[in-house]
């Protein structure tokens, strides 16, 4: 007869035995080090060697945890303990965030592995914490580190654990042009620890009304090392990865593969096509802005949470309308608007924080200053997301209308 997981628990908790954070605070605060983990017993002092075990993940854990615990994540469990408690007939107290989980991991330490003396700390860290005891942060920061995202440390929202996902990300920019210039600077800023760049252009001087990560001096100078040199400057814990090339259907698979974000800027429909079905194959999100004008345009696509690219335009917009297709006006902020709203939504996605603009299409329209909001769905019959992954074939990647024909259509 199955039942429930909080059922399950129960009974589990009934048959192991739980220690008190205060009990286990005592230990930890002994002037013996009597909780130092190692195991060994203390010379004369009464007090045994005890092993604290923190089972949480590795997220989790190095965001802080009890003074001096040693890290063996639940999943590891039965491969890890041995290496961290060798010796069975020590007492072990297991913790995670609550108390469920290391009552489970306790009871498998007792019932399948030989482990005598095994306690689960009850309420875990959260409760450890409301007592206002202390919290090991392991030193995963610099000093300079600290003072230069000090602001996001005191965002609950961001704090310390969403600047270590920062500093992990990887972000791939498509374009460090109109769009890419300012989400790339803050990005780079906010300290997103990989920032990949492709583009195959070199800086024009009529780029500079809006890619303002180039200057006047870089003319000429390829896009990817102007952009590069302007990230460094402002962040040197940045990595660039630089791709001066055009994305195609030959180079993308290798490209895309293995980033977080993509930051989707790019002015043809073509790329746009294959770009979400690349990253619908790969799971990863895209968050895609368009400008024309003084309007803009922004949603995030993320794959099987919410629409695609091709469940928002199963059909590419007639031709006359496409920007690409010849050199049209653009306000020159309206790129900084749109692309600070692309480089917000990054760091959501990063950090997990909010609500991510998954499913809605975001329209701005400068002159009138409005903001405007569409539900996007899904649609079930969609050539690509409405497939297994695995079944999107190479064939399939991109299709669309030959690009010249395309814009000879246009006029
Ligand atoms: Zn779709």
Redesign the pocket.
Known sequence: MSVSGAEYTRRIKQQINEVDPSEVHQLVTAPNGAANGNGRHNGDSPLVGVAIVDVRETDEYSVGHLPGAKHVPRGYLESRIEGAVPDRSQRVILYCASGNRSALAAHTLEQELGYENVESMTGGITLWKDRGYEVEVPRTFTPEQRERYSRHFLLPEVGIEGQQKLLDAKVLLLGAGGLGSPTALYLAAAGVGTLGIIDNDVVDLSNLQRQVIHTTDRIGTPKVDSAETSIKAINPDVDVVKYKTRLDASNIMEIIDGYDVIVDGVDNFPTRYLLNDATVRLGIPVVSASILGFDGQLSVFKPHDG??Y??LYPVPPPAELAPSCGANGVLGVLPGTMGLLQATEVIKLVTGAGEPLVGRLLLYEALGATFTELKVR??PQ?E???KDPSEISDDELGVFPDYEAFCAAAG
Do not use: A, H, L, Y
């Open positions: 629409p695609c091709r469940c899904r649609d969609c690509i997301c409405s």
